[in-house]
């Protein structure tokens, strides 16, 4: 392959020997070059990173993968870059997309759908489908800032792949439910720490609405009901993930005592309430649609919801 299209494939890890060795052989005969930035792991990541050539970078564990991803970025020598999480995998049919982009001269960064596996199932619903990400781009086309889970910025122009499972990312994500949690816990940690450092005063409604608001725009609004029961059970995890998030920042603010204001508690909880009538009903509502008794018995409980709603 010509200098001027190589492929650099830059991982970041900590402690993913479970995982790492599938995603390196995935791309075995795709890169041309292998960065590992080895957040410090203390299992065989190293060595298996070294058994498929790759060059190891090892850095200080931290909380979040952004600034060791910019890391392994700057030490990426390909014109083209492919970014992947240790438990991510690519299919034939995407490497063979991906080097057919390198030919192009009006391309600087590419958006890939990903499938999510999740406690073993891939999710179509959710919000985890087509779940476009950036991962290949030209070098110093795209770079990461520091917050957790923030969008990349970008230069030039950009390409979206058609979201079809041929041409698609694989990610092996949530293995387990304690794996799930597991993680909850730490991210929740990174971003209370992120909303207290901009001085963000938590409310009640923090508490009772945004939980429900996750739950209904993942099993509602996205459809996660069509994933079954996985998808009822991620998005409850889901609901109770945002929900830590400001428990933690209360416990990190000291966990001090504080009456509860009886007309907020009522309000937050009857808006609550409201949001889910309202999506569940909506669900009902196109379930039912060939049954006019049902219909208009779910029309009069939404408008006793919209009633009796405390502002």
């Not at 950036?134 to 923030?150: A, L, Q």
């Not at 937050?268 to 049902?294: C, L, M, T």
């Not at 219909?295 to 939404?302: A, G, H, P, S, V």
Request: with cysteine; aromatic share 12%.
């Amino acid at each position: 392959m010509p200098k001027s299209t190589l492929i650099s494939v830059v991982i970041n890890v900590r402690n993913e020997a479970a995982n790492l060795e599938h995603c390196l052989k995935s791309i075995s005969d795709f890169a041309n070059e292998i960065i590992i930035t080895d957040m410090s792991s203390t299992d065989d990541s190293a060595k298996i990173a070294l058994k498929y050539g790759a060059k190891v970078i090892t850095i200080k564990p931290a909380k979040v993968v952004e600034h060791a991803r910019n890391i392994g970025l700057a030490k990426a020598s390909g014109k083209w870059i492919l970014l992947l999480d240790p438990d991510e995998y690519l299919r034939k049919t995407l490497k063979k997309e991906l080097l057919s982009i390198t030919s192009r001269s009006d391309i600087d960064f590419v958006k890939i759908p990903r499938m999510n596996f999740i406690f073993g199932k891939w999710l179509r619903h959710s919000n985890m489908w087509p779940d476009y990400l950036i991962r290949f781009f030209k070098k110093d086309s795209v770079n990461w800032k520091r917050e957790i889970h923030s969008q990349p910025t970008t230069k030039g122009n950009g390409l979206t792949l058609l979201d079809s499972n041929k041409l698609a990312l694989r990610h092996r994500n949530y293995p387990t439910v304690s794996d799930f949690v597991y993680r909850a816990l730490r991210y929740s940690g990174v971003q209370a720490d992120e909303l207290k450092a901009q001085n963000y005063k938590i409310k009640l409604s923090d508490l009772l609405l945004k939980p429900t608001q996750e739950f209904n725009s993942r099993f509602f609004a996205a459809e996660g009901f069509k994933d079954g029961l996985h998808g009822l059970i991620f998005s409850l995890l889901q609901a109770f993930a945002i929900s830590l998030i400001y428990i933690r920042l209360w416990e990190k603010n000291g966990a001090s005592e504080k009456a509860l204001v009886k007309e907020s508690f009522v309000s937050g909880s009857q808006e609550s309430i409201y949001e889910y009538g309202y999506w569940f009903s909506k669900y009902f509502r196109n379930e039912y649609s060939h049954n006019p008794i049902k219909n208009l018995f779910i029309k009069i409980r939404q408008v006793f919801n919209r009633l009796t709603k405390n502002y």
